[in-house]
């Protein structure tokens, strides 16, 4: 795989699991062994974006706290001391090896609205040609249910995209993707590669975090969906191992590597499919999805089944076929309940319900994405 030697431009995206010890506190060796991989990566060349949880379980320790709290005020409370103190730890460890940190602190917002999203590509690309290691999370101490990514590894897939990475690295504490649960089911195997995303994929990620840490498998497979879209390359790897991210690049057999796609989409589309939140979900017949995927149309209103979700015009909405497996995401032309008027209707039928400036397609072409 002649990525892992063209790679210039990597993100490595660690979960809390790896670097908070059992009480909930910051796991200091494993934290300098972490930048010491990522600082021989880079000395080979390569740039290096660092995802990282643990704000929260630097705060934990910071505060003398002696468990991790639940309540969400108290959680922000946590994230707000630990992030100056996580940092603080990242910067000082990172000096020793010559390299400067850059802290950036993202919420959804920041990569649902397009200027947003254009100011934090800028700043993190800015970063990189200074030679400095950006150091990302999602700003805890701020975000509120709407505009949180709620994991990581989402997180770590738009910063991928946002900086046209080659490559993202998920270190977390399984090995990597296995056919069913290695915790519960000894005939499990691992999968070494995965060269496409399929509903069976899907439907085989399952479990859930750690302890200290959110998401499971089912939001690694969300991101590798994100970055694979975009042309890169993603590792699920586990980050307990010594050196795994340098036997990642020596191409050792550790990990389940998922390829990239070989059609990449466009800069404006990846945004649509990935950095816009879906307000529903849009049913579609057969014929519909193969006009959809193997003629690249646009989606009409007679090959609409239902729908569910409150949505308005413009909203982003998924496009599951009959099974209820999503596989295209755009922008509608229509509101939810507008939209209920018309499904099943061939075109020149729609003006007569709504008005004859109402749109022929539900979604068009140009605004729509097969995921």
């Given amino acids: 795989m002649n990525i892992f030697h063209k790679a210039k431009r990597i993100v490595v995206k660690v979960g809390t699991s790896l670097i908070a010890d059992e009480s909930g506190k910051l796991d200091h060796d494993r934290l300098e062994s972490l930048v010491n991989q990522i600082a021989e990566l880079a000395s080979r060349g390569s740039q290096l974006i660092l995802v990282t949880s643990g704000a929260i379980a630097a705060g934990v320790e910071g505060l003398g706290l002696g468990s991790r709290p639940t309540a969400i005020p108290e959680l922000q409370a946590a994230a707000s001391v630990g992030q100056g103190l996580l940092l603080h730890q990242y910067g000082k460890l990172f000096r020793k090896r010559n390299l400067q940190v850059g802290q950036v602190l993202l919420t959804q917002y920041d990569t649902t609205h397009r200027s947003q999203y254009l100011n934090a590509r800028n700043t993190l690309k800015k970063l990189l040609d200074f030679g400095a290691v950006p150091i990302v999370n999602e700003n805890d101490t701020t975000a509120v249910d709407e505009i949180r990514f709620g994991d990581n590894d989402t997180l770590a897939a738009l910063v991928s995209c946002l900086i046209d990475a080659d490559l993202l690295i998920l270190l977390s504490d399984i090995d990597g ?139 982003a909405v998924d496009i599951a076929d009959k099974d209820g497996c999503v596989f295209a995401k755009g922008l509608i032309n229509f509101s939810a309940d507008e939209l209920n008027q018309i499904k099943g209707l061939k075109s020149s039928e729609v003006s007569s319900v709504l008005s004859d400036e109402a749109s022929e397609e539900a979604i068009h072409r140009d605004c729509l994405v097969i995921l």
């Fill in 177 to 315: 993707l296995y056919t069913g649960d290695p915790r519960v089911s000894g005939e499990a195997k691992l999968l070494n590669e995965v060269e496409e995303i399929t509903c069976e994929i899907e439907e085989i990620a399952g479990g859930v975090g750690s302890k200290f840490g959110s998401g499971g498998m089912v939001t690694k497979i969300r991101a590798a969906k994100i970055v694979t879209c975009a042309g890169a390359g993603m590792v699920i790897a586990n980050g307990r191992e010594d050196d795994i991210l340098v036997k990642i690049m020596d191409k050792m057999p550790v990990g389940t590597f998922f390829f990239p796609r070989k059609r990449r989409i466009s800069s404006r589309k990846l945004w649509i499919a990935f950095g816009r939140i879906s307000k529903g979900t849009i049913f579609v017949d057969d014929g519909a999805k193969t006009a959809l995927i193997k003629k690249g149309k646009s989606l009409l209103p007679a090959g609409i089944a239902a729908s569910k979700g409150d949505f308005s015009l413009g909203d």
